[in-house]
């Protein structure tokens, strides 16, 4: 803009001298020379506008006054030229053309007399009052030097009056100026009055010179001395086209108390305009005199409003810098002042506390560098210069040495002032720095925490695609990644998701989404492809920018999962022995029945060999359906034991020739018996069956041969190996382990292998009943089996018996009853099911007995009573309608001492409940038939029972 505006300076500067050489004095002449004057006085105008509004405070009221005052001026010499050229002479000295020109100053004196202290854009009380009463001194100045004395003089001399008084006004504008610039306190200010100051200069000499010469030698518009009034114009234009507002050095806000010298001029020239309106209105003549008068009035009025506006504005300031005080001195960091001088002139008590001393006093007016230690000055006084030199701030950390010489950490910042000093905040950071410390130990301790813990740490953007920020290095032991190869692919991680689990994750997901919690459980394939499984668990947290992430951790849960699995499989293999049993019992009758009758069928006389024959098949097929129920009874954990203690090893010996001979030849078979193992309590029948059982099951494990293991050990199982197997006690145990090098099993059918009915074998091999029998005779004898197997390795059973303190019994020999022998005692017969019951009383009666025969407890007891002293033995049930075969015998023998009891039973469902014996062990001396049984073989367990009863009696 400055530079269009030079070059519009040059063409007007071009066309006066051309016109000037050419046109001369003419009316053109004239015309053309003042509306160049008027132009150059319009650009001027306009810079003036236009840089009014590049600027704030008080540097905007300045350009607009000089605005006005140069507007002033353009409107006047408009109306000097309507006189020139239109009417041929000029103005008259009363005319508004002159007035006008006389006024203009006024407008520059208003900025010459603007208030520094109040560096505002718009006018406040004061400032318009200041403008009433100078408007009112160059009214009087005008009136009295010029208007009234062109009256009494002539013509000529009044006009000749006027440029002098102009100049006279410019001249002392031109020095209100220079002082006001002395005065300024920023540099700002400092250069915009001394500017104005040199302009107003110029214009009074070049305005000046020419008003007198045309004015005193009448020479008319068009010469070269109307350069006089078009060159200040331009100067003017190209000044203020040429102002920028320097950078404004930021300070602290607080209200500035005056000195006495600056009270003192204020106050002064608050009364110089009252004293000059006085000094004219006091004068003889008396022109104008209720004007003067009127005006020296309003001229009190502004002057005492004036007063009295300042008091007020000094009253506020003087509280507001209290205040401000008051703050300083209860704020809690440390606040000093230093002038340009390098002293003190103000430190608050928290400064004076940071820096040792006990009071602010103490410090204030002392040079800063006595107060700050030496080492302290020395490494960062350049710094601070510098800094403040190039942005008028420093801020940083430092470390204060107070004066006992104990350091302390500070936070300073530095500022520079207006007027050249610096003010200091300081702020202790001792606490600040001990709470980064705690944090940061905190965060240390909180990261190990997280990197020792076994389970892995992330953070991730929501989504089933989402990116993982970070993950902690138990990634690398967990999944077998390093972090940096999982965060490298982690917008992929689903790929290491079990296939099968991808719709439980994404469900997850969709619920993360709706700031739900993230919980899923889920399959991953390792580095190595083990499959593990896994819980995750997270919740939503705001990221940067209100961006959601996912805060979680992922704990290995395979083993959790492997004991669910486990009390899943033992529940469920409970609930399938329940079923097995119940079963079992009514089967049981049956069995008892048709093995009955057709034991009392082939025995009939002249029996035809067909029928014979038949009857056979039917016995045969009700011995092999009584194996199957007694081995779902064994299943079930139903079935009646005999326990013993007993020495394993001789019952693994004692069926190791056995074995052998039931082994292929490619099969080699070792018994490895463990030194000096403990004593079990158990069946050694049963024993027998699960040693059989395992044999022959790792035997057809090994359709192309292989090596066979059976081996004895004691053992303790501890809190760890309990804690993997979820029904295992910690104790001593006896093991039996039976291991081959077969075809192996895999997890899935491992699962299943001790479920009834469930074989691998091909149809027609097997019932799938023989580890189902293993289990449930280890479960009932209180131990408990494990299987370990591999595909293509093996496998192997290890069975866990509990074992004991007590030595070890000799196992009874067997007595074999001739079946002939008959009886003639009385026996009381007690059964609810009808075809059993007389089944039983057939084949006793036909031995010789007599059977009194009953189906209820109640019955039972009734017939006791009335033959008690006759009955020798009591033939009951266990489980029975009412009360149980055990409290029945309980309530009899009571009664009757002499008399024996034999149990029957299809199975020992309720045992415990029911008949007070102990999962279905027998207690020492105790008798009892299991069912299905024969007419034969009730006889000889009743001649047993009764013998026995008889030979005790003797001894």
């Known amino acids: 803009m400055f530079r269009k505006l030079l070059a519009v300076a040059f063409v007007i500067v071009a066309l006066h001298l051309t016109s000037m050489l050419t046109l001369g004095t003419s009316v053109a002449g004239s015309l053309i020379g003042n509306l160049l004057q008027i132009t150059a006085c319009g650009l001027a105008v306009a810079a003036a506008v236009f840089a009014s509004r590049r600027t704030t405070g008080l540097s905007r009221r300045f350009w607009v006054l000089v605005g006005c005052g140069l507007a002033v001026w353009g409107v006047a010499n408009a109306g000097w030229t309507y006189y020139e050229i239109a ?11 002159r007035f006008l020109f006389g006024i203009q100053s006024i407008f520059f004196a208003l900025a010459v007399f603007l208030n520094q202290d109040k560096d505002a854009s718009t006018l406040d009380a004061e400032s318009v009052l200041d403008f009433v009463q100078i408007a009112i001194v160059f009214f009087f100045i005008y009136i009295g030097f010029y208007y009234i004395p062109s009256h009494h003089l002539g013509a000529r001399a009044a006009y000749l009056r006027g440029p002098l008084m102009e100049t006279g006004e410019d001249v002392a504008l031109v020095l209100l100026a220079a002082v006001q610039a002395m005065r300024a306190r920023s540099s700002q200010i400092r250069k915009l009055y001394r500017s104005f100051a040199a302009y107003l200069l110029a214009y009074a000499v070049c305005t000046g010179v020419t008003n007198y010469v045309q004015t005193a030698n009448v020479i008319p518009t068009g010469t070269w001395y109307d350069l006089g009034w078009t060159a200040p114009l331009l100067g003017a234009a190209l000044w203020a086209a040429s ?42 003549q008396t022109d104008w005199r209720a004007v003067r008068f009127t005006l ?43 002038d340009v001088k390098g002293q003190h002139t103000y430190v608050n008590a928290a400064f004076a506390q940071i820096m040792g001393h006990e009071n602010p006093e103490s410090i204030v007016g002392r040079p800063w560098k006595d107060v700050y230690a030496p080492q302290d000055v020395d490494r960062v006084e350049g710094e601070i210069r510098e800094s403040l030199r190039k942005s008028g701030k420093w801020y940083g950390p430092m470390t204060i040495h107070r004066r006992d010489g104990s350091a302390l950490p500070v936070e300073m910042a530095v500022t520079a002032l207006p007027d050249g000093g610096v003010v200091c905040v300081s702020r202790d950071m001792t606490a600040k720095r001990e709470a980064e410390n705690a944090r940061a130990q905190a965060e240390a301790k909180y990261r190990m925490l997280v990197e020792q813990v076994a389970a892995i740490s992330y953070i991730a953007e929501l989504g089933i695609h989402g990116e993982w920020l970070y993950v902690s290095p138990q990634v690398e032991t967990m999944f ?26 994404e469900a997850a997901e969709e619920a ?23 819980s995750d668990t997270a919740v939503v947290v705001a990221g940067s920018d209100a961006h959601p992430l996912m805060e979680g951790i992922i704990v290995d849960i395979t083993e959790r999962k492997q004991l ?197 074998k091909e149809s027609g091999r097997g019932t799938g009943l023989g580890l189902s029998t293993v289990y449930g005779i280890v479960k ?176």
């Not at 990644?481 to 982690?490: I, P, Q, V």
């Not at 309990?722 to 291991?739: C, E, F, I, Q, R």
């Open 243 to 284: 102002w920028r507002p320097s950078p404004v050095t930021p300070g602290p806000q607080r209200p500035r108390q005056k000195r006495f010298g600056e009270l003192l001029l204020d106050n002064s020239t608050m009364a110089l305009a009252p004293l000059i309106v006085l000094l004219q209105v006091a004068q003889p």
């Open 480 to 505: 077998g990644f390093s972090t940096e190869e999982w965060l490298m692919d982690s917008r992929a991680w689903t790929q290491h998701v079990h296939p099968e689990d991808h719709k439980v994750v």
């Open 87 to 97: 009417l041929r002479m000029e103005p008259p000295t009363g005319s508004v053309v």
């Open 512 to 534: 993360s989404k709706r700031g739900e919690r993230f919980q899923a459980e889920y399959r991953v394939v390792r580095k190595d492809g083990r499959v593990i499984w896994v």
């Open 780 to 955: 009932q004898s209180g131990g408990h089996i494990w299987v370990y197997s591999e595909p293509g390795r093996g496998s192997s059973f290890k069975v866990y018996l509990p074992r004991v303190e007590q030595a070890p019994e000799a196992l009874p020999t067997v007595k074999v009853a001739s079946g002939q022998e008959k009886g003639t005692e009385t026996i009381l017969l007690v059964e609810d099911q009808p075809q059993v019951r007389e089944l039983a009383r057939m084949a006793l009666s036909e031995k010789g007995y007599t059977v009194l025969v009953t189906s209820s407890p109640e019955d039972a007891e009734s017939a006791c009573a009335r033959h008690g002293a006759q009955i020798h033995l009591l033939l009951t049930d266990l489980i029975m309608p009412g009360i149980t075969g055990r409290e029945l015998a309980k309530r009899l023998t009571a009664r009757h001492r002499e008399m024996r009891v034999l149990y029957m039973s299809g199975y020992t469902f309720g045992i415990t409940t029911q008949t007070g014996m102990q999962s279905g062990l027998l207690e020492d001396g105790v008798a009892f038939l299991q069912k299905p049984f024969t007419p034969s073989a009730l006889s000889e367990k009743v001649r047993e029972v009764l013998d026995r009863s008889l030979a005790t009696s003797k001894s």
């Open 564 to 760: 669910e699995t486990q009390l899943q499989q033992s529940r469920r293999m409970e609930a399938i022995g329940r079923l097995a049993g119940g079963i079992a019992h009514d089967f049981n009758n049956l069995l008892t029945i048709i093995k009955g009758y057709t034991e009392l069928a082939l025995k009939r006389p002249r029996i035809s060999p067909e029928l014979q024959a038949d009857v056979e098949r039917i016995e045969d097929a009700s011995e092999r359906a009584g194996t199957l129920v007694r081995q779902l009874l064994a299943f079930s954990r139903r079935q009646v034991l005999q326990p013993k203690l007993v020495d394993l090893n001789s019952i693994v010996m004692g069926l190791d020739k056995l074995l052998r001979r039931l082994m292929d030849e490619d099969i080699q078979m070792t018994t490895i018996p463990g030194k000096d193992i403990g004593t079990i309590k158990a069946d050694p029948a049963q024993i027998e069956q699960v040693i059989m059982n395992l044999v022959v099951n790792a035997r057809d494990a090994m359709p192309k041969g292989g090596r066979l293991t059976v081996e004895t050990a004691n053992v303790d199982l501890d809190a760890a190996y309990a804690s993997d197997h979820a029904t295992v006690k910690p104790g001593s145990y006896v093991m039996l382990a039976v291991s081959d090098t077969g075809t192996g099993m895999s997890p899935e059918t491992v699962a299943h292998i001790f479920e009834p009915f469930y074989t691998t």
């Open 296 to 338: 020296l009035g309003v001229s009190i009025v502004c002057y005492a409003a004036r007063l009295g506006v300042t008091q007020y504005r000094q009253n506020q300031t003087e509280d507001t810098l209290q205040r401000h005080n008051r703050a300083m001195d209860s704020a809690v960091n440390g606040i000093a002042i230093v």
